[in-house]
């Protein structure tokens, strides 16, 4: 480290701010509206699930509260410390929760600045700045006057290159993971909802549905199993079951993976959940984040799982969960679902809500014929994410020892 010199992020970058601190106006299209409930696990945003504002007020915002190429994002208000590095250009808007910093490329590598912002050493620093008791926030003060160590630049590109290419896999495999999703979504939609389905032509339409097929309420369908009430106690790093919770639910549907917690506690064994069974979101995180009504498919976790309190296991009577996730997910009846929900603050919903909308259901044959194709996607998907989550853990262990110089390159 004797190369390495030291220096505030403000002195290695040309502006620190933060995103717009008045409320911004809401349109139905526009330009993204993204939060901290945006950013990923993967250090991304998310931009499948957003509100919108008007171009012309994003127009109007200070360009240096503008996102672009090479800037990195930061939480600072309640979940801090979490870094985004801006790839390339794209317009959206955010507010005072989010930093935004502008790096000086001829002081420090952009992306090198990222990877400091991302080590367990810049967090501790963030976690002693965090002042407040209900929001922690980490004011652009502190910030700036935080002080980083780097090397020479010639080092900083070799660091970068070496971490970026664990980091460009992820990416890679996100992509293909949403090619996949779009294709399952797309060939329920041609079945299910076009009713151009294998063999069709031959189908009687009776009724305005194919021959063979019913309509039912949901919970004649499926038996709900309410997830476990826990208290913090219960929880821990390491020990215990895994548990999964409402962070494990995509807002717009899908499991979020790497969210996970410990549970130590007591349990029913119908709370126990096993690769490919159908969990769904009961209650609202956050007024920006709707998981309410929303369902995934849990992945092969190579451990003994349950559910939370916030979420039911929807065990359906015949068939296979990968049909019913198909038909809440992609067929729109998460949403419909999701409007039964109340609540002032927080929404709930309640599971009995099910035996109230009814579903078209197509014979057994079809569903096992569509559940082969999805099974086969849904497998693809999983080793994409095993891979992610390998990749990830390899960047995070050789990240401290780069950035610390007991790695040389």
Not at 94 to 106: K, V, Y
Not at 120 to 134: C, L, N, S, W
Request: charged content about 25%; aromatic content about 10%.
């Amino acid at each position: 480290m004797s190369e390495w010199v030291k220096m505030k992020l403000s002195e290695c970058c040309s502006s620190i701010a933060d995103g717009d601190h008045q409320p911004p106006p809401k349109a139905e299209t526009g330009i993204p509206f993204v939060t901290i409930s945006n950013m990923t696990a993967t250090n991304q945003f998310d931009f499948s699930d957003v509100l919108f504002v008007p171009q012309e007020y994003y127009d109007r915002l200070d360009e240096k509260r503008k996102a672009r190429k090479n800037d990195v994002l930061y939480s600072v208000v309640g979940s801090f410390g979490i870094p985004v590095f801006m790839k390339e250009d794209k317009a959206f808007v955010f507010q005072r929760h989010i930093a935004i910093l502008r790096p000086d490329s001829e002081k420090i590598v952009p992306r090198f600045l990222f990877y400091i912002m991302l080590t367990k050493d810049f967090y501790a620093k963030a976690d002693v700045a965090a002042i407040g008791a209900a929001q922690r926030t980490v004011s652009l003060t502190s910030l700036r006057n935080m002080e980083i160590c780097v090397p020479d630049k010639i080092r900083q590109s070799k660091i970068v290159d070496t971490l970026a290419a664990y980091d460009d896999l992820i990416e890679n495999n996100q992509k293909q993971i949403k090619l996949l999703e779009e294709a399952a979504q797309r060939l329920y939609k041609e079945w299910f909802v076009d009713l151009r389905f294998p063999g069709y032509e031959k189908v009687e339409n009776v009724g305005g549905v194919p021959a063979g097929w019913q309509k039912k309420p949901l919970g004649k369908v499926l038996r709900a199993v309410r997830g476990r009430s826990y208290s913090s106690k219960e929880l821990s790093e390491k020990d215990g079951l895994l548990m999964i919770n409402l962070s494990n639910i995509r807002p717009y549907g899908g499991y979020n993976r790497n969210q996970e917690k410990h549970y130590t506690g007591k349990y029913n064994d119908d709370q126990l959940v096993e690769p490919y069974d159908l969990i769904m979101g009961v209650t609202d995180m956050t007024k920006e984040r709707r998981t309410v009504g929303r369902v995934a498919i849990v992945p092969n976790l190579r451990a003994k799982a349950m559910i939370s309190m916030d979420l039911i296991k929807l065990v359906p009577v015949e068939g296979s969960p990968l049909f019913y996730y198909a038909l809440l997910n992609y067929g729109g009846y998460s949403e419909v679902i999701s409007r039964f929900a109340n609540g002032t603050n927080v929404l709930h919903l309640r599971p009995d809500v099910l035996d109230i909308v009814d579903v078209v259901i197509p014979d057994v044959k079809l569903q096992r014929l569509f559940v082969d194709f999805f099974e086969n996607i849904q497998n693809c998907i999983d080793m994409l994410q095993d891979e992610i989550i390998i990749a990830g853990e390899a960047r995070d262990r050789l990240l401290p020892k780069l950035m610390s110089g007991e790695i040389e390159l």
